[in-house]
Nanobody
Framework: VQLVESGGGLVENGGSLRLSCETSGFRFGDRAIGWFRQLPGKEREGRERVSCIHNRDGKAFYKDYLEGRFTTFSDSSKNTVYLQMNSLKPEDTAVYYC????????????WGQGTQVTVSS
């Protein structure tokens, strides 16, 4: 199993970024992909899940206070899941990870290496 994030970077307050999670090594349609973030100064155990999508039907779930600004969607032809982030705020600064779930109800079993997102004030 491999999960490779990309698309992070430096963006101004109010800007947008689209993160990608390219996956391989499993049946894409049978699994779910979660996006997590680790805020500065937080330990790994403190990562919060911002979204999760079931690739089979595209049903997605969001951290309640992020819904509306963040959108996740998948492209089965590319085995890739995206996280579109709009109206970014400095408090969104974090390392963002994608992770493989059997289903969004369960904890993930595999993680990507992460991509840094920095929002300047």
């Amino acid at each position: 199993v491999q999960l490779v994030e990309s698309g992070g970077g430096l963006v101004e307050n109010g800007g947008s970024l689209r993160l990608s999670c390219e996956t391989s090594g499993f049946r894409f349609g049978d699994r779910a992909i979660g996006w997590f973030r680790q805020l500065p100064g937080k330990e790994r155990e403190g990562r919060e899940r911002v979204s999760c999508i079931h690739n089979r039907d595209g049903k997605a779930f969001y951290k309640d206070y992020l819904e509306g600004r963040f959108t996740t969607f998948s492209d089965s032809s590319k085995n890739t899941v995206y996280l579109q982030m709009n109206s970014l705020k400095p408090e969104d600064t974090a390392v963002y990870y994608c992770a493989l779930h059997i289903s969004c109800e369960y904890t993930p079993g595999y993680w990507g290496q992460g991509t840094q997102v920095t929002v300047s004030s």
